[in-house]
RNA sequence: GGUAUCAUGGCCGAGCGGUUAGGCACCGGUCUGCAAAACCGAUUACAGCGGUUCGAGUCCGCUUGAUACCUCCA
């Protein structure tokens, strides 16, 4: 089959056909977390989404080099705070190595990416770790005159850079308007102009993070990681650079430059970002302390949560609207993606129990080719996803003999499921949540045998007391043609 | 103030000029001792006002409203 793979890219604001520079070949750089916090449900989109894009040019046949750093330097806090490393701020607070907090709230990353199957990308680069080029390429900026030193930090001149290219190219900014948003903050006196950005900071006495340089004993300015570590790894020029929207300024801008300064040419060819994650109309995001972090809605421990979401319904919340569109987080939202997505993993099981016909009275095919199409434009994983609920309408209606279809056509349908549902959307059946506690296996059959006597013998009032109290209790009971079944809620 | 994005039925969300999005809820039906679950089926929309067009949620303009970025943020 064809394809031809359309991508939004942030540059151009359309969508374009994808080619990558070196054939079957694609490198892909994605801004990773900052690690001083617990993953929150904003966290998980661009993980997901761009996992999404990660399997989907593993299917089409490309050997991708999936490069997702992690920050664990170099960012600036704000306010009262401003000049102090915010790992190093944390790490005092806490009384830990700052590596320490690193650590841990990596691990803590991870470990939720797992549960969300999120695949692990093929390098995971840390900002503590490339030092040296950082280093490298502050120099080879200073050295091209498109930097200045002030007081043992390293700035990038902006103003001169936007005279032979143009600072906003991705953002859609002009640097004259810029210039009229200048703001009293501490160190802007170093600075030429407002707009100007550190390559390098010099650290204050109470920073445990330094690090030596020409400059200063400091710390790598806040965007210069991600310049250094993608040209490490995908070469001066590469073909997806993603994040969330929020990183496109003055993050990426601020990337663009820097790396057109060092080998002029812009670093990436398409740059894709997924939109935000909204709660009650506002964006999750730290500072807002308006976010709920991912174990909690695993758990369901937050008082904005009626009840827990497994890492799955999470998934399947995020894939059925599209990355490009902002997606309001709600209860209802989220049990409505839980519903569906069990009506779909059921769907699966049914597929297995199909009697084949003579013929086939629906078109398989069809369902394949429109979940190609959905995907090749711009990862339209919402219309997969509705034509994956026409598959299992299918599935349904040849299970009530309604419809027909050759041996041949189930196991075509089974492959085209198992291909999207697993390999492409990466979901998960979730785990059967009666079993686990052999106690409570044992007495839920000892009870549900004596009911089943009961029932036997039409005696309804003790059939019904021991459905009702066993609610009571929170344990649902269902009658099915094959027995009794029972759940936790 | 500047830049960008958006406004779809009870809720969530597709749609990129011309025949059904889809999910959840609700309603009707099948099944069941009853119920739940499951399944089938039907219904409800395109912020407002103009314009372009044979034809507009879909393009253009204006109005209103919302969000993001301009300061660390996915």
Not at 373 to 390: K, Q, R, Y
């Amino acid at each position: 089959m064809e394809h031809k793979l359309f991508l939004y890219n942030t540059l151009s604001r359309t969508k374009e056909l994808f080619v990558p520079i070196h054939p079957n070949h694609v490198g892909m750089y994605v801004c990773g977390p900052t690690v001083y916090g617990d993953a929150h449900l904003g966290h998980s989109r661009p993980a997901i989404t761009f996992d999404l894009l990660f399997r989907y040019l593993q299917h089409l046949g490309y050997k991708v080099r999936y490069v997702r750093n992690i920050t664990d330097v170099g960012h600036l806090e704000n306010d009262a705070d401003e000049g102090e490393d915010k790992i190093a701020k944390k790490a005092r607070l806490e009384e830990l190595e700052p590596m320490e907090v690193v650590q841990y709230f990596s691990d803590r990353y991870h470990a939720s990416m797992d549960l969300l199957n999120v695949k692990k990308p093929s390098i995971e680069p840390r900002a503590s770790g490339h030092m040296i080029e950082q280093i490298n390429m502050v120099k080879e900026i200073l050295d091209a005159g498109f930097a200045y030193e002030s007081n043992g930090s390293v700035y990038f001149d902006v103003e001169k850079y936007n005279k032979s290219n143009h600072y906003g190219i991705l953002s859609g900014r002009v640097l004259e308007d810029l210039l009229s948003n200048t703001r009293d903050l501490e160190g802007q006196d170093e600075k030429r102009n407002s707009f100007d950005f550190a390559l390098w900071k010099k650290a204050q006495p109470e920073h445990i993070m330094r690090w030596p340089s020409p400059w200063s004993d400091g710390f790598p300015g806040w965007h210069l990681e991600c310049s250094a570590m993608s040209e490490r790894y995908l070469g001066e020029q590469f073909d997806i650079h993603g994040g969330g929207m929020d990183l496109m300024f003055p993050h990426h801008e601020s990337e663009i430059a820097q790396s057109t300064v060092c080998n002029h040419k812009a670093p990436a060819r398409y740059w894709m970002h997924n939109n935000m994650i909204t709660i009650n109309g506002q964006k999750m995001g730290k500072s807002l302390g308006n976010f709920i972090t991912l174990d909690e809605f695993f758990s369901g421990n937050h008082k904005a949560l009626e009840k827990a979401y497994s890492p799955m319904t999470i998934r399947f919340f995020i894939l059925m609207a599209h990355y490009r569109s902002p997606l309001d987080f709600s209860n209802d939202a989220l049990q409505a993606a839980e519903k569906g997505m069990t009506r779909l993993f059921k769907a699966l099981e049914t597929l297995e129990k199909l009697v084949p016909g003579d013929t086939s009275t629906v078109n398989v095919q069809e369902v394949e080719t429109n979940c190609y199409l959905a995907m090749d434009d711009d990862l339209n994983s919402p219309i997969v996803i509705a034509n994956l609920f026409e598959a299992v309408r299918i599935i349904n209606s040849v299970f009530d003999k309604k419809e027909s279809l050759t041996a041949q056509d189930i196991e075509m349908l089974k492959n085209i499921l198992h291909t999207f549902i697993f390999d492409i959307l990466g979901l998960l059946p979730e785990a059967a949540s009666s079993a686990g506690n052999e106690t409570i296996e044992g007495l839920m059959q000892l009870i549900l045998d004596i009911r089943a006597s009961a029932r036997a013998s039409k005696d309804w009032a003790t059939s019904d007391k021991i459905r009702d109290d066993l609610a009571k209790v929170k344990i649902t009971v269902k009658d099915t043609k094959e027995g009794a079944s029972w759940s936790i809620d």
